[in-house]
């Protein structure tokens, strides 16, 4: 049986061979392996980039108590750039699922369209989600456009569902009975902490404060961007986000006040890109 | 004599842009060999997710021999004073290589001009297919391309092989920075070798045997047979969805077909919840019993070969099974708040930035169902008012709210919940219908009641878009404000559905506090916009409905069915309903500046004037009795009864005569002609 911990393993050692960095997640919550800077940031100008790395990503509006076999508000995804792009993406990905024991001739997978976009980075893509047998198990976009400037080089972003792929892989129904390693499965890993998760997410978290803190970081990271400090000021636009994910899930952002609240971030986050790229001087 | 083929091997492209782009490389190379006179058999285009080709059969080697006669400068300009040829001349002779003894001098209609005859053609298709190929992609027209590659080249998606055949040669072009080859790739899982195709006319047996069906038409025939036959086996039916079949079609190179089904238990949830989670999310084909009954069995077709249906069918099924379990821990969580305790919530959901919530725009519907009201008899107020509060209430559900998938589903949500929290049928009913039509060609409201809140919602939908700054004069109608008021024209006509427009667009502005000015404009567009639609949808011409615009009657019903029978009229009697409108044109012109009079009988000289005076006089209240009654036709017709009598007095009578007194008059029975006229509409307005 092949593990959770197996399959993130088997993975990176895949990339690596293919001469990837193998990074790892950012330590700050985020909804999308794309806010890691190693994303993000590197997407940007010309220079060739290929890296892979696990993301922890939240998604507090998923939250379910622990009671939904398929939904979580935290779960990882395995995220790879390629920049620039390999004459052969689509293979080097299927073959990266042979790769954790797929048997991929004997299944149905197909490349669905499916143009990514994502508001608050100011980036969009053209790509497809692919399926296994009617599963949507990774999103794979050639990115035209991130924090608001177009991409001369494009780079190919993968981005793998890892748990979808375990339960497949392992034939479970429930993300919770996914075996993470031997004698230990995800739910006793997070059971708990998906639970408490909801419980905050849904009713105790205080939209006072949280309203506050992004007033505020707001504040910080446009002075911080302006002055030319990159990282922190990004640091502050990817809070930005996570606590707009947060009011969401709470119902504290009216329909109206949703759009002005994602321009906030995605203004300093095309800040943050216009900076990087003027350091990296291309 | 050879065969040509083309393929782009690509990364998957969209579904619904495959069609176009087929469509247009046919177009591209038929112009192509047209254009360069190159003789063919057929062209054929074929197509997968992952390859566009065109195969063209028996091309000709060279293209065809023509003589043409080409035209130089004047010949008054071409030689100077010693007969010498001037710059206008050399210069033509330089721009077509030709030599001076080649060109002749000839009269045509514009004087003497400098001639050549040309010989053109002969050159090999090879050479022209060279040229051509290169510039093949810069020619499409693609809504959302990408680059992938240095080449600059832009397409759907990446390009990856590019295989170009005459006959057994490889043609040396390049495409998207690719190199044409002769090689194509099989199915992707199932012979994802590399395949040397030795001549065009094997290409679809070859990717065949690797489990390639190249030919879209065979790939849809083949998955609509297997469709059938399933049901057929099983009991079941499908209803042709050609939109759905059309899309997977174009989501497999091998058309795999297979049959899953649900647990029963999600047979409970709202058949078009259940149709939206196997429809729009996985593709997969709904099927019903043969009593018209939800079946629990689900169709997909698979890009695979159905000896795998036991490995892959549980899959599918369990992908299902997780969104249907979705969608029914969201109506679970709904069914628990009745409607009536949400409509508190909606004073929360926004309606539009600046303009309230929906809970005010519900106020603002209320009002504009009573306008409504007034006009429309047979419509129960109890229900209608009872439906209005909680027509928008689905938007606090966690199924619309939430379940990204099932947003569209709005209304048809109001309407489920209403009916299992034990609500009157026809209430529920009301709550759908206020939806309708959602897109053009959509069902239309069933009730009335549903009709007047849906028509109340959109012009308040129309007038919170020009509050908010939407502009009504774009072509492109981002906000789709056109296709809001469409949707109003069709209630209206199929419906029946009687009121004021003007009146009733005045108090909707003025409940949004919308500028005069900007009211004023709206009425303008809309006006036009009817023009347009019943142009579209009935075929009438825009001036006849611009010439019922505003004539008398501002109710919208009318104003399409007085146009509807007048264009009848002209497509009928083409020749009279002309002389109609130049008569009334006549008298529009003769009128202007004249104010009204009375008309004296004392006064008529000639029998043609008495003899209209008094048929006029019999004919007015007829034509004004039949309008009331709405009898159009009739209207019309009396109206028509009355041509020789006008025909007769202007024939006979002149009436800008120098006496004044007998002028007026004239005037004046000419005024009242016209009046009577216009109770039906402004003729003058059309155009003969």
Sequence with gaps: MLTFQDLILKLSRYYADIRCVIGQPYNSEVGAGTFNPLTFLRSLGKKPWKVAYVEITRRPKDSRYAENPNRVQQYHQFQVILKPPPENPQEIYLNSLKYVGIDIEKHDVRFVEDDWESPTLGAWGLGWEVWLDGLEITQFTYFQQVGGIDLEVVPVELTYGLERIAMYIQNVDSIFDLQWAPGVTWGDIYRRFEYEYSVYNYEKSDVKLLTELFRRFEKDAESLLKEGILYPGYDFVIKMSHIFNLLDARGAISASERQAYILKVQRLASLAARIYLEAEGD | ?688
């Excluded at chain 2, 077709?301 to 379990?325: Q, Y």
């Design chain 2, 1 to 688: 004599m050879t065969d040509f083929l083309l393929e782009l091997g690509v990364e998957e492209l969209p579904p619904f842009e495959i069609y176009d782009i087929a469509h247009q490389m046919e177009m591209i190379f038929k112009e192509f060999l047209e254009e360069n006179r190159i003789p063919f058999e057929r062209i054929n285009i074929y197509f997968t997710p992952r390859r566009i080709a065109v195969l063209i059969t028996n091309l000709a080697d060279t293209q065809e021999i023509w003589e043409s006669e080409i035209v130089g400068p004047p010949a008054k300009i071409a030689f100077d004073a010693d007969g010498n040829p001037t710059k206008a001349l050399s210069g033509f002779l330089e721009s077509r290589g030709l030599k001076l003894e080649d060109v002749f001098i000839e009269e045509n209609r514009k004087g003497a001009y400098v001639k050549a005859r040309m010989k053109g053609g002969g050159k090999s298709s090879i050479e022209l297919l060279n040229a051509f190929l290169p510039g093949l992609l810069l020619k499409l027209k693609l809504t959302k391309s990408m680059r992938w590659n240095n080449s600059g080249a832009r397409f759907l998606r990446p390009i990856r092989w590019v295989l170009c055949l005459l006959g057994k040669e490889v043609l040396p072009v390049e495409i998207g920075g690719l190199k044409a080859g002769n090689t194509t790739y099989g199915h992707r899982l199932k012979g994802n070798e590399k395949i040397c195709v030795p001549e065009p006319r094997l290409y679809l047996k070859l990717l065949e045997e690797r489990y390639v069906v190249a030919d879209p038409v065979l790939r849809r025939e083949t998955i609509r047979n297997k469709l059938h036959g399933i049901c057929e086996e099983r009991q079941l039916v499908w209803e042709e969805d050609d939109e759905l079949l059309s899309e997977v079609v174009n989501l497999v190179e091998y058309p795999g077909v297979i049959a899953g089904s649900f647990p029963d238990k999600y047979l409970e949830l709202p058949d078009a919840v259940t149709i939206t989670a196997m429809k729009q999310h996985q593709r997969y084909f709904a099927l019903r019993r043969l009593n018209g009954e939800l079946s629990h069995y689900f169709i997909t077709a698979i890009d695979n070969t159905e000896d795998l249906e036991r490995e892959i069918g549980p899959n599918h099924e369990k992908v299902l099974r997780a969104r249907l379990e979705d969608a029914e821990f969201y109506m679970h969580e709904d069914l628990k708040v009745p409607l009536e305790s949400r409509v508190e919530e909606l004073k929360k959901v926004v309606f539009r930035e600046g303009i309230g919530s929906m809970f005010d725009k519900i106020e603002r519907m209320k009002l504009l169902c009573e306008e409504l009201r007034a006009t429309n008899c047979n419509i129960r107020a109890d229900l209608l008012y009872k439906a209005l509060y909680l027509c928008k209430v689905d938007l606090t559900t966690l199924m619309i709210k939430d379940g990204k998938e099932f947003t569209k589903l709005e209304g048809i949500i109001g309407m489920e919940y209403a009916l299992r929290q034990g609500k009157d049928e026809e209430l529920a009913r009301i709550i759908y219908d206020h939806v309708l039509p959602r897109f053009p060609g959509d069902e239309l409201p069933l009730t009335q009641e549903g009709a007047l809140i849906s028509i109340s919602d959109k012009i308040d939908n129309l007038f919170a878009f020009l509050k908010s700054g939407a502009q009504l004069s774009t072509s492109s109608d981002p906000f789709g404000l056109r296709r809001t008021l469409y949707a109003i024209f069709e209630i209206v006509k199929v419906k029946k559905i009687r009121f004021d427009f003007v009146k009733l667009a005045k108090k909707a502005a003025e409940l949004l506090e919308v500028e005069i000015e900007d009211f004023n404009e709206f009425m303008e567009w809309a006006w036009k916009r009817l023009e347009n639609y019943l142009e579209e949808k009935e075929g009438i011409r825009y001036d006849i409905v611009d010439s019922v615009i505003g004539a008398r009657t501002n109710d919208l019903w009318e104003i399409i069915e007085r146009a509807r029978v007048l264009h009848q009229f002209y497509i009928e009697n083409q020749k009279e309903f002309e002389e109609v409108v130049v008569g009334q044109k006549r008298a529009h012109n003769i009128l202007q500046g004249v104010e009204p009079q009375a008309v004296s009988e004392e006064l008529f000289e000639k029998d043609e004037e008495r003899e209209l005076h008094r048929v006029l006089n019999i004919t007015e209240p007829m034509v004004r009795e039949a309008l009331e009654r709405e009898e159009y036709q009739k209207a019309l017709k009396y109206l028509r009864s009355l041509k020789p009598y006008i025909d007769r007095f202007f024939d006979m009578v002149f009436v800008m005569v120098d006496d004044l007194k007998l002028r007026a008059n004239r005037l004046a029975l000419l005024y009242e002609v016209r009046e009577c006229f216009r109770l039906y509409c402004d003729f003058s307005k059309i155009v003969v």
